[in-house]
């Protein structure tokens, strides 16, 4: 089962394309990310990520077997934890969360951890630097360790936290020396890569070392609408740095499809 767990709408996909790409990429299983980065959507606005949502929700909505859809919401903005509810009255799995403007321990985030966590709804935080110049001082790892205030909340955080790698290996491992099951752990971390390809065998060597494959999973980060290639160029990206790193094929079926299978709690395939 392959599963790519970090894919952006733009707003313009139709999901007779979508289906069609990760059928071309052989993936079963998409997460996607309602337009946040993209007009007439924005971060910054409450009205415009409320529409993004219920446009993704319309989006997923006769495909739920292979499309899992994250809302976009910002806690510094009113109505954050209304718009969490609304997310899952309309049937949208889990969040996407952006730093920016805030910082993870707030209290306008811990709200909406909270409500989150009682619906049973994972997160999927943006960690690390950002690639169109904002500032990424809101987004260190260790700042997401606020989220252990809410046990029952899962979440991953995208990008390995590049530059800050060592740091979000340093907050994954707490649950491995405390021997808590993967499956049930607050933190993964995915591999939608923010390091330059320079950095990228020496960042997933450490986490492989560090968090092994049952805390890693795959995300290509693509834009749709996209062509099935673009999303195998990214997958093709992770075997070749598998295929340096000697990892075992279990070990990359569990990256490629298990830790966010279990994350979202999908069923085996």
Known sequence: MVVDAHL?????????????ALDEARVDVAVL????????????????????NAYLARL????????????????????????????????????????SGWYPYDDCAHRVYAEA?????????????????????YCRPVYFEAVREHPDLKVTLAHLGWPWTDEANAVGVIDRINGVDPDVGQFRFDLSFGPPPIYRRDALARALDVLTPALLQFGSDRFLP????????????????FDQLAVSPPDRERIMGGTARAWLNLPAR
Request: some cysteine; glycine content about 8%.
């Open 8 to 20: 952006h709408c733009s707003g313009r996909e139709q999901a007779d394309d979508v289906l069609r």
């Open 60 to 99: 997923v909505a006769d495909h739920r077997d292979r499309l899992v859809g994250l809302a976009v919401v910002n806690p510094a903005l009113p109505g954050a934890v209304d718009a969490v509810r609304d997310a899952h009255a309309r049937g949208l799995t889990g969040l996407k969360m952006v730093p």
């Open 33 to 52: 990310l309602a337009p946040f980065l993209t007009p007439p959507y924005t971060l910054h606005d409450a009205a415009a990520l409320a529409e993004a």
């Open 117 to 137: 966590a009682a619906r049973r709804m994972p997160v999927l935080f943006h960690s690390g630097i950002f690639i169109d110049g904002r500032s990424g001082r």
């Open 226 to 241: 996209c062509s099935g290639a673009h999303i195998a160029d990214a997958i093709r990206e992770v075997e070749a740095l």
